[in-house]
């Protein structure tokens, strides 16, 4: 080889380490303070946790909440195969009627979680709902893995509208670091539930999904769920073409952008369904 041509391998050489450093892993930029949500002392195994808040008030009874059942019950081996070997996912189930509890007292490992059959009444809680998820997200209580973690995954589930203060609830949430980072979606149930409210939790129309009858509500479960778990799961890069190192707002928007857009070419993929719920629940 010429020694001209050698110069200008070496150059096409410096060109690629360039490039390559100025993409980051989306785990080296959220660098929090200590008593910020994902610092924690980097382990081999990371941490996700995924939230689940189901409406379990009285106008879920009958075949909406038992749809939801049998579809939650199909889901979990489905969520079993998303990460790497390395992710140790969990699952946490908060139910808001008259008032909220949790499924089980703590997350629950994803290989270990059975799903405990939902029943449906009372009235639509979901403003305590918020304000209970802010309480235990958090070091000190649900998030108390000594791993480095994943932002969690926020999947909200409802056929109607509050029956309390719903926005003191979110602007609660809305002061966690955990929410503010994590991916959020949310499932609209029948002809009463309100996708603009939903879309004020999860900050975006595009990460929210609608369900007219059954067979809908399984599939929009299926797509959010397993959607946002393999996004919140893996780490990205981002290759930051102004030399500037990226804030960690700017990798949680991309993620959430990520998931809005999967969610919506998923979706767009179905069939329409022959049974709609004004003849169906």
């Known amino acids: 080889m010429s020694k001209k041509k ?3 391998a070496a150059e096409e050489i410096e060109k690629t380490e360039a490039v390559s450093e100025d993409i980051m892993d989306i785990d080296d930029m959220l660098d929090f303070d200590d008593d910020d949500p994902l610092g924690a002392t980097a382990v081999s195994k990371k941490s996700l946790v ?28 489905e969520i079993r195969r998303v990460g790497e070997a390395d992710t140790d996912v969990k699952i946490a189930v908060l139910t808001f009627s008259t008032g909220v509890k949790w499924m089980y007292s703590e997350p629950i490992s994803i290989e270990d979680f059975e799903w405990a059959r939902l029943e449906a009444s009372g009235v639509t809680s979901m403003g305590e709902a918020f304000e209970e998820l802010s309480a235990r997200m958090s070091r000190s209580s649900f998030l108390n893995s000594p791993s480095l973690s994943f932002a969690p995954v926020i999947f909200l589930m409802t056929d109607g509208y509050p029956s309390d203060d719903y926005k003191k609830g979110l602007e609660s949430l809305k002061s966690n670091s955990w929410y503010k980072f994590g991916l959020k979606a949310a499932l609209g149930i029948g002809n009463e539930a309100n996708d603009d409210m939903l ?23 299926k797509i959010v769920a397993v959607t946002a778990s393999q996004i919140g799961s893996k780490s990205m890069t981002l290759s930051d073409d102004t030399n500037k190192e990226l804030e960690e707002e700017d990798v949680y928007a991309a993620k959430q952008k990520l998931l809005g857009q999967q969610i919506q070419e998923l979706v767009g993929t179905d069939g329409d369904d022959d049974v709609s719920f004004d003849t169906g629940w």
């Open 6 to 8: 050698k110069n200008k």
């Open 50 to 77: 995924i939230f689940f808040l189901i409406d379990t008030s009285g106008s879920m009874r009958g075949k909406k909440m038992g749809e939801l059942n049998t579809v939650m019950e199909e889901l979990i081996p």
């Open 199 to 221: 879309a004020e939790f999860t900050g975006s129309k595009d990460t929210v999904v609608h369900a007219y009858s059954g067979n809908q509500l399984a599939q929009m479960i």
